[in-house]
């Protein structure tokens, strides 16, 4: 038992001093078109040799997180977002009577655009990537963790089956939902949920995008999904264990600038989409953990809006050059940081260890 403390131990300084190369990820939900700053943050971590093991995405974030966890780089999402049509993500039924069609949209679909064009968008993104055939949309079975030999792994290292985790909102029960996991709830097996229905169900802006309707099998009732932001914008815990952790958990957020924007409002579409950027963009800013606050990267959006469908493509490269700058600037002190958390963790453990280990060998002389 000794020897292998001391071989644990030795692991532990090991994996301190060598480079960091894993890390778990989390991309904050809330920010609409400015997710492409996320994108931006991630290539600063590409170039230092960074691999993610673990990826939440919320909201904005969850296109970002399905998009690097079926392995596409920065500079490829970077492309995949300037060529994307923002116009046409505000999908609506074709009406002669644009004021009417509205008013029915928000009162019997409860929400304005249908989320078709954004769903069909990401789902050819996924397919595309990992080669499937154009009729094939990629499920979360496609994207379980296996280990160097294949084997799937699901023991307490990786807490995990899956390797992408997606945030939305059930209204109609109250509650956060951790997708792909909690959808067996629902009576629908994980493996064959596809990761773009669970995008469209994360990026569901109330008011904006039409909730996603769920109904558990062999039931009547349904349940209403819609942006994960509505509870939680930065689940930067998901991953979190008890104890030392193998790797770090990052988190990127949209809003470093700290300056006041003001709202105009004028009418009651504006007046509404005032009160839902409040919402998502405020809630988890009222209160950072210091240790939370040393693993967020902070990305200034320029004063852009989460609603603001008809970005400039002049807009969107300065974003993704916002979000490069930040997590440059981040990373100049994350790593030395990190490696002091994990010394006095380390430290921490190994005086308990060897107390509980001299108080019972010492009648033998060993301590």
Known sequence: MFIHILIMMGWYYMNIYSSIKFADIVFEGGGGVKGIGLVGALKPFEQKGYHWKNICGNSAGSIVAALVAVGYSSDEIKKLMIDLDYTKIADKNYSIMPFFSNAHNLLFKKGLFKGDYIKNWIDDALSNKLKLHSKKKVTFGDLI???????????????????????ATDISRGKMIILPEDIAEYGINPDEFEVGLAIRMSISIPYFF???KLFKKNSNRKSLIVDGGVLSNYPVWIFDVNGI?????????LGGNKEIREHKITNILNFTSSIIETMLEAQDDIHISEMDFLRTVKIDTLDIKTTDFNI?????????NSGEACARSFLQNFESDFKKHRIMRVNSLNNRTFKRICDSFTSNGIC
């Open 145 to 167: 963790i296996p280990d160097e030999k294949g084997i799937l792994l699901n023991n307490i290292k990786y807490k995990r089956k899956y390797k992408l985790h997606i945030i």
């Open 210 to 212: 039409q909730p996603v």
């Open 312 to 320: 400039e493509s002049k807009k969107i490269i300065d974003l993704y």
């Open 245 to 253: 952790p193998d790797w770090p958990t990052i988190g990127f957020k």
